[in-house]
Structures are given as C-alpha cells and as structure tokens.
C-alpha cells in the first residue's frame, strides 16, 4: 500500500506564489510518474503537471511559464511550485503516483487526499 500526502495549499492574492509538496510513503519499488491534478467546483479534474522519474516534464498549457514541477526521488516527493497565481487556479489539488509496486511490480495509480489553492483578493 502506497500513501500520499500532500501539503502547501492556503489562501493567496492574485499574484502570488506557493509551493506544493506530496510526499509518498509505503513498500514499492519505484514511482514512474508524479503528477498533480486539479478540480475546480463543477468541473472535471484536470492535469496540471507531471514528470518521469527520467526528469522529463509535461505542463499544461494554462499553466506554462507560471508552474513549475520538481521532484527528489531519494524522498519520494513531487512539488509544484506555483508562481504569477490567477483566480482561476482556485481549485482542490491531488498529487497522483504511478508506482511499481512491491512484490507483483505491477504498476497502480495512487491519490493523495488533495489541498485547497484559493486565488482571491
């Protein structure tokens, strides 16, 4: 069983900068991809970063040139660092992890619990 646990999310104005942290935890042999997700009210959930354990990157367009998605592998932990914020980021992020898992190194799709981002003045 693999764990996520996210942190980070709060309160800022328009224009602001914070920084998201998901920190994975369980038996697994590794994680492929790290990524966070977000869901504003009456939407869909949506991708909003991801990366590979190679380092490569993927960012979606809405958000390109204002986040940026990190990872420390010998911690098992992603982090999104979100600068130039808009109202429109409002939303609930989850940090999602493609683990290999232990013994069977099948790989499953895992959930943290999410964190609230509000953009407001």
């Known amino acids: 069983q693999v764990q996520l646990v996210e942190s980070g999310g709060g309160l800022v104005q328009p224009g602001g900068s914070l920084r998201l942290s998901c920190a994975a935890s369980g038996t697994f042999f590794h994680i492929k991809i790290m990524a966070w997700y977000r869901q504003a009210p009456g939407k869909q959930r949506e991708l909003v970063a991801q990366?590979?354990?190679?380092?490569?990157?993927n960012l979606a367009d809405s958000v390109k040139g204002r986040f940026t998605i990190s990872r420390d592998n010998a911690k098992n932990t992603v982090y999104l660092q979100m600068n130039s914020l808009k109202p429109e980021d409002t939303a609930v992020y989850y940090c999602?992890?493609?683990?290999?898992?232990?013994?069977?190194?099948?790989?499953?799709?895992?959930w943290g619990q999410g964190t609230q981002v509000t953009v407001s003045s």
């Open positions: 999602n992890a493609d683990v290999r898992s232990m013994p069977s190194g099948a790989y499953f799709s895992y």
């Open positions: 990366i590979f354990s190679s380092g490569n990157t």
